[in-house]
């Protein structure tokens, strides 16, 4: 991961808002960090992409009732990266000492992009005035295929 605290506190656009419908897992690369972003019906969440269990990336994983489930063992993880269900412990919900838990990142939606910032920010997302100005053409790029 780069260690400039000027890049790792500022904001990063790292999907199209309209590429990440509740219920999608995507995971991008920030900083050199692998991130993984879904949305839930209420917001959306970007976090370390490793589930704490065993090291597994969430990309293959789902979400249900707005918590994030990892594809391995099906641990499931909230919007705060805490687990709040392991299978084999269906009704024992993990106390809340559990280091069970990954880190999460502050996430904004802006512009139609979802932006994601490692550290603290700063600043708040950039101003881009010209974002509502009829005069000025906007278009979407997705990198390079």
């Known amino acids: 991961m780069v260690q400039d605290k000027v890049l790792t506190n500022n904001w990063h656009a790292v999907v199209l808002a ?6 999608k897992i995507t995971t991008v690369q920030v900083l050199g960090q692998d991130v993984v ?7 959306i969440t970007a976090g ?12 293959r994983g789902w979400v249900k009732d707005d918590n994030l489930h990892c ?10 990266g805490q687990c709040i269900h392991t299978p084999c412990q ?12 990954f880190k999460t990142y502050q996430v ?6 979802i932006w994601v910032c490692l550290g603290t ?14 005069n000025y053409r906007r278009f979407k790029w997705n990198g390079p295929n």
Not at 37 to 43: A, C, E, H, I
Not at 52 to 59: E, K, M, Q, Y
Not at 90 to 101: E, V
Request: glycine fraction near 6%; charge should be negative.
């Open 37 to 43: 972003v879904w949305r839930n019906n209420d917001q």
């Open 48 to 59: 370390e992409d490793r589930c704490p269990h065993r090291g597994t990336s969430f990309a």
């Open 121 to 134: 920010p700063e600043k708040s997302v950039p101003n881009i005035p010209e974002w509502e100005n009829p």
């Open 90 to 101: 269906p009704d024992t919900p993990p106390s809340k000492l559990s280091r069970a838990c």
């Open 108 to 113: 904004h939606e802006r512009y139609g992009m």
């Open 18 to 23: 309209e590429d990440l419908p509740p219920g």
């Open 71 to 80: 594809p391995y063992h099906g641990f499931a993880f909230n919007t705060l």
